[in-house]
């Protein structure tokens, strides 16, 4: 089951999310109701989570997915007409992503990359209120430094229970859902260029590239974590005006998920709605010195997700 939230009419609402097609959710289950001898009460809010795994109205959900599934002419028949695809969480509590999570990556840059049982996975943040953007939305190329913003697809998850504390083998069982990430980055945004260099100047410098406006978008839709068993067998690409940049798989990834849930909810708490974006592989532009300009289409896809689809321009 794949979910999105989408707008017409200015009118934020859940849907059922097909390659081709959006189905609104409440439609579909005034409809399949009147199919079926189930009585269903579905998308009166646009919070995903409700729908998915730990949301109260997930079994219904689930329920009208897989009959729409069944009878796919009829879910065309219900589809939407022009819908603008939304963020499917538009205001996490906390917005993680990991730097370094594939080998390919560090050693592409010139690194050397480290077995798992002798490191731990770099964490960072990005402002969730501002940072994150809609499938289909345009990403600004910043004044402030325009010359080398770069692309990063990535695997997202959505956690739909509270975690704190949770083991590895355990931590699948607190995932709601995944979604794709693009984790865009300015590679050499130095504020202050005439600055006398501090000792952690560039460390900031690298996490100042990661949080201007609109450079998190996320999408097109969320997964069900049950319609994903294993979150490590995952085909993951991106396209640049049509040319393939980056081709990988998550069973590259040096800490899978579950991993990472275990790492961060040693520390913290992690909510329901929480997103974490789990690095990025190898083809990110920085290392051929290729960058993203206006004008430029981006598609990051992901196996049994689907695809984001931005495009740039000028601030």
């Known amino acids: 089951m794949r979910l999105c939230r989408f707008q017409t009419d200015g009118k934020a609402q859940a849907g059922f999310y097909f390659d081709q097609h959006i189905v609104p959710m409440e439609a579909a289950a005034k409809a399949v109701q009147g199919k079926t001898d189930r009585k269903l009460a579905l998308g009166e809010c646009d919070d995903l989570l409700a729908y998915l795994p730990h949301g109260k109205q997930h079994a219904d959900a689930k329920f009208v997915a897989v009959w729409l599934g069944k009878h796919p002419e009829f879910a065309q028949?219900?589809?939407?007409?022009?819908?603008?695809?939304?963020?499917?969480?538009?205001?996490?509590?906390?917005?993680?992503?990991?730097?370094?999570?594939?080998?390919?990556?560090?050693?592409e840059?010139?690194?050397?990359?480290?077995?798992?049982?002798?490191t731990f996975p770099y964490v960072f943040?990005?402002?969730?209120?501002?940072?994150?953007?809609?499938?289909?939305?345009?990403?600004?190329?910043?004044?402030?430094?325009?010359?080398?913003?770069?692309?990063?697809?990535?695997l997202a998850f959505v956690?739909?229970?509270?975690?704190?504390?949770?083991?590895?083998?355990?931590a699948l069982k607190h995932v709601a859902g995944y979604?794709?990430?693009?984790?865009?980055?300015?590679?050499?945004?130095?504020?202050?260029?005439?600055?006398?260099?501090?000792?952690?100047?560039?460390?900031?410098?690298?996490?100042h590239g990661k949080w201007h406006d609109g450079f998190c978008p996320a999408g097109p839709c969320v997964t069900s974590a049950d319609d994903i068993p294993?979150?490590?067998?995952?085909?993951?690409?991106?396209?640049?005006?049509?040319?393939?940049?980056?081709?990988?798989?998550?069973?590259?990834?040096?800490?899978?998920?579950?991993?990472?849930?275990?790492?961060?909810?040693?520390?913290?708490?992690?909510?329901?709605?929480?997103?974490?974006?789990?690095?990025?592989?190898?083809?990110?532009?920085?290392?051929?010195?290729t960058y993203l300009k206006a004008g430029d289409?981006?598609?990051a896809a992901i196996e049994g997700i689907g695809v984001l689809k931005n495009s740039m321009v000028l601030e």
């Open 159 to 170: 956690i739909g229970k509270t975690a704190k504390g949770v083991k590895e083998k355990d």
């Open 109 to 118: 840059g010139g690194g050397i990359a480290v077995a798992r049982a002798k």
């Open 230 to 289: 294993d979150p490590q067998k995952l085909e993951l690409t991106l396209k640049v005006n049509g040319v393939l940049k980056q081709d990988a798989n998550t069973a590259l990834q040096i800490f899978p998920v579950a991993a990472v849930i275990e790492f961060i909810s040693s520390y913290v708490t992690l909510e329901p709605g929480d997103i974490i974006s789990t690095g990025t592989p190898a083809g990110v532009g920085d290392t051929k010195g």
């Open 125 to 154: 943040m990005k402002p969730a209120s501002t940072a994150l953007n809609h499938p289909g939305g345009e990403i600004a190329i910043p004044k402030v430094s325009p010359d080398h913003i770069d692309w990063e697809c990535e």
């Open 297 to 299: 289409k981006l598609e």
């Open 77 to 107: 028949k219900l589809a939407v007409a022009k819908p603008v695809l939304r963020t499917p969480i538009p205001r996490p509590n906390k917005l993680f992503l990991l730097a370094g999570n594939y080998a390919s990556h560090i050693e």
């Open 179 to 207: 979604t794709v990430v693009n984790d865009i980055s300015d590679r050499k945004f130095k504020p202050n260029p005439e600055r006398d260099e501090r000792k952690k100047d560039g460390f900031f410098d690298w996490l």
